[in-house]
């Protein structure tokens, strides 16, 4: 099993539409929560992070942590085409030497006109 | 710009061969990292450096190897590639006084190994 999972869809919307994207983990040592957008041939980019449990808003994405359950999600508010791309959860301890993130496979979204 | 540049953008090459993937960065960031993406594998490690002057293995360092003369630079180098190193290579960097490891990559490298 692998320590952190992620549907990889396509998950297919269309536009205006509320998408929920997850994760679920199980290393309870995990404290910070990040999520990264990868459009087709380009690296990932940061979206947003969040430490240990909570909500965290920026314009239209809103991510959530539920440490008790192991779950993280990522929520986009009126879906636009140019949130197509592919989501990549990725979570870590703190910080120090040799801490390093752990990618889930990621979430490919289509968002359609 | 700030960010990570990386050359080339890509690459075929034959098996046998040697090949050095080259990463700069000009955010002084102190961690540097290189990763493969592969179709249902999603990103993995291979490399990372964590100071100039020292590297560490990822979850994959067979057949590649990894320098940091300097704080910029952070060549990967396939010494003789095959072709299970078919794959879109990202190198990042992340600051390591933020307590967390927020990472940026680069545009990424393709490599296909005949």
């Known amino acids: 099993q692998k320590e952190v999972e992620q549907d990889p869809g396509p998950l297919s919307v269309p536009e205006g539409a509320i998408v929920s994207l997850n994760c679920t983990y199980s290393?309870?040592?995990?404290?910070?929560f990040m999520w990264y957008r990868q459009y087709s041939r380009k690296g990932p980019e940061l979206l947003m992070y969040?430490?240990?449990?909570g909500n965290k808003e920026d314009g239209r994405f809103t991510a959530q942590v539920d440490k008790s359950s192991k779950y993280i999600s990522l929520f986009i508010r009126d879906s636009q085409p140019s949130d197509s791309a592919t989501y990549l959860c990725?979570?870590?301890?703190?910080?120090?030497?040799?801490?390093?993130?752990?990618f889930g496979g990621g979430t490919r979204l289509m968002v359609k006109p | 710009i700030a960010g990570i540049t990386q050359a080339p953008t890509s690459q075929i090459l034959a098996a046998g061969r040697r090949m050095t993937l080259r990463c700069t960065q000009d955010?002084?960031?102190?961690?540097m990292y290189w990763y493969r993406q592969d179709l249902g594998l999603g990103l993995r490690l291979i490399h990372y450096?964590?100071?100039?002057?020292?590297?560490g293995k990822g979850e994959v360092p067979d057949g590649y190897s990894v320098s940091r003369a300097n704080t910029d630079d952070f060549p990967l180098t396939l010494a003789s590639a095959v072709p299970s190193q078919t794959s879109v290579y990202f190198c990042?960097?992340?600051?390591?006084?933020?307590?967390?490891?927020?990472?940026?990559f680069g545009a990424g490298s393709r490599l296909t190994v005949l």
């Open positions: 450096s964590n100071t100039a002057g020292t590297t």
């Open positions: 990042a960097s992340s600051p390591t006084d933020r307590g967390v490891n927020v990472l940026t």
């Open positions: 955010m002084r960031h102190n961690a």
């Open positions: 990725a979570m870590s301890p703190v910080y120090n030497a040799g801490n390093m993130l752990t």
């Open positions: 290393n309870s040592a995990f404290q910070y």
């Open positions: 969040t430490y240990s449990s």
